[in-house]
């Protein structure tokens, strides 16, 4: 770093020396090049394998439909596709923060192991991006990854009242969190959390340690939603 700072001192000291508008396109040109610099520097750090725990995403698909899958033509949301908490995804997380992106040696995964998790998850293609986003980060292979997935998934229990919905109920975030709390004792409520977006229940993030037992979240990850939300039915 400090050879680059002496080598980035005398280009300035040479480009100080032309017109002013050269000047500061140069100029321009060079904070680019470090700010780029900087970011892979820092994406190099984000090193496969190394989090602290991980955040199990639970969707319930009809929001999901409901705010934007409806307007893609989602095959989830079609009617009788019978999807209620589907996995959004198994996300490596540190104390504060979470990685994404990672570089990996790990080869993407196959068509058939991505559309071999569209059963929990929707989607092939949410499948291949949640590789992509985070399970790179895990330093575990891709069939692996699914594999812990899957784990993960099943081994909450989802709460079935709200399956039985005839039509959209609007209900404080804070009772699926109590349902969900209810129906796993090994939680306590530090270890999960309700999200919700434009008046829509979400999500329901729950906090896992690497051998998927259930770990309390960090601050960042707790940020319950508190509002009154829109249930809707699993179509």
């Known amino acids: 770093m400090s050879v680059f700072v002496g080598e980035f001192s ?34 190099g750090a984000k090193r496969a394998g190394e989090f602290k725990y991980y955040v199990l995403s639970l969707s319930w698909s009809p929001s999901w439909c409901a705010l934007k899958g409806d307007a893609q033509s989602a095959g989830q949301c079609a009617k009788n596709s019978g999807f209620g908490f589907t ?20 080869p993407a995964p196959t068509r058939e192991l991505t559309a071999g998790m569209a059963d929990i998850m929707g989607s092939e293609k949410l499948a291949a991006h949640q ?39 609007t209900l404080p975030a804070p009772v699926i969190k109590t349902e969900f709390l209810k129906q796993n004792p090994a939680l306590k409520a530090n270890m999960l959390a309700v ?32 509002q009154a939300v829109v249930f809707p039915p699993i179509r």
Not at 14 to 32: E, N, P, W
Request: charged share 20%; proline share 4%; net charge positive.
């Open 10 to 43: 005398v280009y300035i000291g040479r480009i100080a020396s032309i017109g002013k508008g050269d000047f500061m396109l140069r100029l321009t040109a060079v904070l680019a090049l470090i700010l780029l610099s900087i970011s892979y520097t820092l994406a």
């Open 87 to 106: 996995l959004h995804g198994l996300w490596p997380q540190y104390a504060k923060g979470w990685p994404s992106f990672c570089q990996t040696d790990e």
């Open 131 to 169: 590789w992509d986003k985070h399970g790179r980060c895990t330093g575990l292979s891709a069939k692996q990854y699914f594999s812990v997935s899957r784990a993960a998934y099943e081994r909450v229990n989802r709460p079935h009242v709200f399956r039985k919905l005839l039509k959209p109920l």
């Open 195 to 226: 999200t919700c977006k434009r008046g829509h229940f979400q999500e329901v993030r729950i906090c896992l340690t690497k051998g998927l037992e259930p770990t309390a979240c960090g601050a960042d990850v707790l940020a319950d939603c508190q």
